[in-house]
């Protein structure tokens, strides 16, 4: 791919209009607009110029290759023109079950946030910051569908980064679901570090405490109810000495959203405010920086947070009142067929930031953090 190079003086945003009317369906939890809210709010708190903003390219085939099967890929671009999968699809790629429906730009969306994903590993291949909300989708596998996710683009990330001549890569992940597709992606793989911290128990009920695959993931289930002070525990004890000690040429940060009190799928109670301290953590760790979106699936939440992302990355104070410009973005948002539609609180309009959510620090969450600070390093 030959690209012009912008200056990397400043982080770089990475999006796309793709994502501002595409949905999974009407009643599928991806019906939300997310990437586009990022885009409009942080453009109305003039945190966003064209300087810093690049339209994300859509990856061609033989690029996803270096992952994804050619069959498979020949199988998405089919179900996307004729817009119907057939029993093969669903049966061999999980292409049209409930899960991973058809709708119509079901190649295109996810070759897009794939390629702004591949072209960040070769935009970082000298230093510097990039932000791609529309990034993310970690359950995708080689030859088929996983948990809405089509394609693998934290994996073909990864991959860009060490094409790019970068080596040792520390990927941490922070989504409310384990990162099963990275996990097959780079098992026992001695030059990268997963680090995942997800709810137990919760689709796809993978990354166990045991779960190191093959040497290079420590796998941190945490129960439901998950507080900031539990996620600052975890951050401080655990993520940041790890990812210290493996002295990573690069980090990927995997933001999901999912993991706030609000969130629709999952179960834990954090603030937006925990995501954005572990961000602000782990930005002076290594000379390149990755920033993923993932999962969140209230337009509100995921919205807020993911714009506090691009604060954090740029050093911007996060007003304490939105101006009435990035108010009228959150105004303009629906959420169809959720009762947290109904009568959104009235801080979901008028801030970015939630109130904290802190508390006790139980003593399950300190067992496992010493269960793997006791694990060699791999």
Not at 137 to 144: A, I, L
Not at 216 to 237: C, H, K, T, Y
Not at 314 to 332: F, K, M, Q, T
């Amino acid at each position: 791919m030959v690209y012009l190079l912008p200056s990397m003086d400043h982080p770089l945003f990475i999006g796309a209009e793709i994502f501002r009317h595409s949905s999974y369906g009407r009643w599928h939890p991806l019906r939300v607009p997310r990437v586009s809210t990022v885009m409009d709010l942080s453009r109305a708190l003039g945190w966003l110029p064209s300087a810093q903003f690049i339209t994300a390219p859509r990856a061609k085939p033989k690029a996803l290759e270096v992952w994804h099967t050619p069959e498979y890929l020949a199988a998405l671009q089919r179900v996307e023109a004729t817009q119907l999968a057939t029993d093969t699809d669903t049966a061999r790629h999980d292409i049209g079950s409930v899960t991973n429906p058809v709708y119509p730009e079901i190649y295109r969306r996810p070759a897009t946030a794939a390629g702004g994903s591949l072209l960040a590993g070769e935009l970082l291949r000298e230093g510097g910051v990039i932000y791609n909300p529309p990034g993310g989708t970690h359950h995708g596998m080689p030859d088929r569908a996983n948990g809405f996710c089509y394609l693998n683009d934290p994996v073909l990330a990864m991959l860009s980064l060490r094409r790019n001549g970068v080596r040792r890569i520390a990927y941490v992940d922070i989504d409310a679901h384990h990162c099963d597709g990275v996990a097959v992606g780079f098992h026992g793989d001695p030059e990268c570090l997963m680090i995942s911290v997800h709810e137990e128990r919760l689709w796809p009920r993978t990354g166990p405490l045991e779960d190191d695959a093959g040497g290079s993931a420590i796998n941190m289930p945490v129960p439901r109810g998950l507080n900031d002070s539990e996620m600052a525990f975890i951050r401080d004890a655990l993520i940041v000495p790890r990812v210290t000690a493996f002295r990573p040429d690069a980090i990927v940060l995997l933001c999901g959203a999912d993991g706030v009190e609000e969130d629709p799928l999952a179960h834990l109670s954090l603030s937006n405010n925990a995501h954005w301290a572990v961000l602000e953590a782990l930005m002076a760790l290594a000379p390149r920086l990755l920033v993923l979106g993932g999962g969140g699936y209230n337009p509100w939440s995921v919205g807020r947070l993911w714009t506090g992302v691009w604060a954090t990355l740029n050093g911007h104070e996060i007003p304490e009142r939105l101006p009435p410009a990035a108010e009228a973005v959150l105004r303009g948002l629906r959420f169809e067929g959720n009762r947290r539609g109904k009568n959104p609180p009235v801080h979901w309009f008028t801030t970015l930031r939630d109130a904290p959510r802190g508390g006790p620090v139980r003593d399950i969450i300190k067992d496992r953090v010493q269960v793997l600070l006791a694990r060699p390093p791999g």
